[in-house]
């Protein structure tokens, strides 16, 4: 009888042990995220200015994906237009839309930006942001910017309701980007987004259309 008792003892401690090993760990030890799992959190909700300028792939280093782009109207594969009076150059990227504009006369031209417009992924037209566009001035008038004759003049553009309210930052210019560079990237392939600028030549205005697509959307 001893016997017996000892061994059902034994058993009840062996079930036990087992049940213990079975019980989730407390809360809060959780293991660390993967490499993987941990870049695939990083997302491009908002970014500040526009920094991607040079890169030779546009977009962020650490973005899990790489977005292609193609100028279709005007179509040319160089990003570039010209006429007599302007030489335009793009370069899209996911946070914003850069230019260079070379001013071909012999006298002053102004981009005149509350008559200019930008157009979204998703169809929406707004007035463009530029570099120097900051959260207190989107209910205000945009000044001109001009561009002396034989000049070039270099700027970044993306729709002024983008723009995220700074806080105290007064300076900053935090904004949404022209398309996320996070897991939702794929859904925008082939979506296009462009803008109007208007520019004022010898006081007259004149809209120069500039159409983009999202050719494709590859992973890094």
Not at 6 to 35: D, F, H, N, R, Y
Not at 55 to 62: C, E, H, I, L, T
Not at 155 to 175: E, K
Request: with cysteine; net charge neutral; aromatic share 12%.
């Amino acid at each position: 009888m001893r016997s017996h008792t000892l061994s059902v003892a034994l058993i009840a401690v062996a079930a036990a042990l087992v049940g213990c090993s079975a019980l989730p760990p407390p809360e809060g030890t959780k293991a660390p995220p993967s490499q993987s799992s941990a870049r695939a959190a990083v997302t491009s909700e908002v970014v500040s200015g526009a920094p991607d300028t040079a890169g030779a792939v546009p977009g962020s280093a650490n973005a899990l994906y790489v977005f292609r782009f193609k100028l279709t109207d005007p179509a040319n594969s160089l990003f570039n237009f010209r006429d007599r009076d302007l030489s335009f150059y793009f370069r899209p990227s996911p946070s914003a839309l850069y230019f260079r504009v070379e001013n071909l006369q012999g006298h002053a031209v102004q981009i005149d930006w509350d008559h200019s417009l930008f157009y979204d992924v998703n169809g929406r037209a707004a007035k463009p942001a530029h570099g120097n566009t900051r959260w207190k001035d989107r209910f205000a008038p945009l000044a001109y910017t001009q561009i002396g004759g034989q000049q070039q003049f270099g700027d970044y553009v993306f729709p002024l309701d983008y723009l995220v309210d700074p806080g105290a930052s007064a300076d900053a210019q935090p904004h949404l980007p022209l398309v996320p560079e996070d897991a939702s990237a794929p859904t925008f392939s082939g979506r296009s987004f462009g803008v109007d600028l208007v520019f004022l030549i010898e006081d007259r205005p004149r809209t120069y259309p500039f159409r983009f697509q999202i050719a494709s959307v590859i992973p890094r």
